[in-house]
């Protein structure tokens, strides 16, 4: 009994290990780099499309078919270089670490960007409140009678 079970986990084991064979890349293979931005595009267009899914429904967009349109390629033509991508788990591993950190060069470029922005909108603010504003004192402040919260106007030639 035991020498059954032996020999039936032995052929298992063999018809297990068989030898994988990588595919043979296709004719139309997108190249490593440029997978890389395919796919770091499509990473950034599923989180567009969990943030705003209405949007790109109502507006008829199809986030695939941009970043064909974009790349140039078919989808005939990105599943067999994805194909051949994935049946290297290793190589498809580190193209991730490259998608990572394409997407963390990404972040930091549109954060810098909104910094910006958020500059620009203080520095904005700052000088209408400049505008608004003699000496410090807000304009509501100055020739407001004591009595009255509504500021008056003042001829400086009647007051000389």
């Known amino acids: ?21 990588k595919p ?6 997108i190249d490593r780099e440029t997978m890389i931005q ?16 209405r949007l790109l ?10 970043l064909y349109r974009k790349y140039k390629i078919d989808s005939a033509q990105f599943a067999a270089s994805n194909a051949y991508y994935v049946s ?3 190589g498809y591993a580190e193209m991730f ?3 990572e950190k394409e997407l963390k060069k990404r ?3 549109v954060d810098t960007l909104i910094a910006q922005e958020a500059r620009a909108l203080k520095r904005r603010k700052d000088s209408i409140r400049r505008q608004d504003s003699i000496d410090g004192k807000p304009l509501s402040k100055i020739n407001t009678p004591k009595n009255s919260n509504k500021p008056s106007l003042v001829d400086p030639v009647q007051e000389e």
């Open 57 to 66: 429904r109502t507006e008829n967009i199809q986030l695939d078919s941009v």
């Open 97 to 99: 670490g490259d998608i």
């Open 88 to 90: 290297d788990l290793n």
């Open 107 to 109: 972040k930091v470029v």
């Open 38 to 53: 395919i796919l770091s595009d499509a990473y950034v267009g599923n989180a567009a499309r969990s943030i705003n899914n």
């Open 24 to 29: 043979v890349a296709p004719e139309n293979l």
């Open 1 to 21: 009994m035991k020498l059954s079970i032996a020999i039936a986990f032995a052929c298992i084991l063999l018809i297990g290990c068989q030898n994988v064979e």
